[in-house]
């Protein structure tokens, strides 16, 4: 009856143990747990967004601050449990596992991290008809990863966040307004003031050109066969004005002008001169 008395004894302590040990690891898995959510992730979002970061960001860090909370309420409950063995022994394996898909996907994290840099910095924005590495194209959505891109072809190109971010990007709607150059080529024979006043009447005369920069004239070039006067123009809104358009029209509208003013725009052409000699081979009959 005595050893009976002693084996419940000791299975009643081991369960008192085993119980007391879930309730330390519950205790302090709650007690950060609730930490986290009322005071880490809202503080984090805080920062985020105090600095200014755009709204998928800050999902993100709230995400990622979340996953935090939840990893450390884990350790802290297995460590005050007296399970910290364990805990070391899980972490350098989770350790090396995180080093090997690092590896394994760095390019992928590469895009990541520009993804958020781009939100972050605003280089350009949805809307924004951007060229970078000889691609030009008006951007329809930044993700994380990637960058989507509506070409003037009507074509779609899915472009590395990681090519954008580190390469040069011109976004030439980032202002107001945009300045466009174009070189009438004339003769040497013609009137070069006359020309001018032409280039800039016409400019003046265009509703979606700006008055304010003036349109100028400046000689550029003198060629085999023209005199190069570079017009610079300014349109304004160039992110909803069809640039491409205005431009059209406007040394269409140049050029019919000339014409009327018998102002000629040569082109390049070859004259060859010499002679040829022809030499004539008689065949032998066999």
Do not use: C
């Not at 990863?145 to 472009?159: A, C, G, I, K, P």
């Amino acid at each position: 009856m005595v050893p009976l008395q002693f084996g419940l004894t000791g299975l009643a302590a081991a369960i008192a143990g085993i119980l007391f040990t879930v309730f330390l690891f519950v205790a302090g898995f709650l007690a950060v747990l609730l930490i986290g959510k009322v005071v880490a992730i809202p503080a984090v979002e805080r920062t985020l967004r105090s600095r200014g970061f755009d709204e998928a960001v800050l999902s993100l860090g709230s995400s990622v601050a979340n996953a935090v909370v939840w990893v450390a309420a884990v350790a802290i409950g297995f460590t005050i449990a007296g399970y910290g063995a364990f805990l070391s022994a899980f972490a350098v394996f989770g350790g090396a596992l995180a080093l090997a898909v690092g590896f394994a996907a760095q390019d992928l994290i590469g895009n990541f991290v520009a993804g958020v840099f781009i939100l972050k910095d605003k280089p350009f924005e949805v809307g924004d008809w951007i060229e970078w590495n000889g691609n030009a194209g008006r951007v329809e959505d930044i993700d994380l990863r990637v960058s989507r891109v509506r070409t003037f072809d009507n074509e779609r190109v899915t472009v590395p966040n990681g090519d954008l971010a580190n390469n040069a990007v011109t976004n030439p709607v980032a202002y107001e307004t945009l300045r466009q150059k174009f070189v009438f080529g004339i003769g040497y024979d013609d009137d070069i003031d006359e020309a001018t006043d032409i280039i800039v009447d016409e400019a003046a005369e265009h509703d979606e050109i700006l008055d304010d920069p003036a349109p100028s004239v400046r000689l550029t070039e003198l060629g085999d066969s023209a005199v190069g006067l570079q017009a610079r123009i300014w349109i304004a809104d160039p992110d909803r004005g069809d640039f491409v358009r205005v431009r059209s029209e406007y040394v269409t509208a140049v050029k019919e002008a000339f014409d009327d003013a018998g102002i000629d725009m040569p082109y390049v052409h070859r004259q060859l001169t010499g002679s040829v000699e022809v030499v004539e081979t008689v065949a032998d009959d066999e």
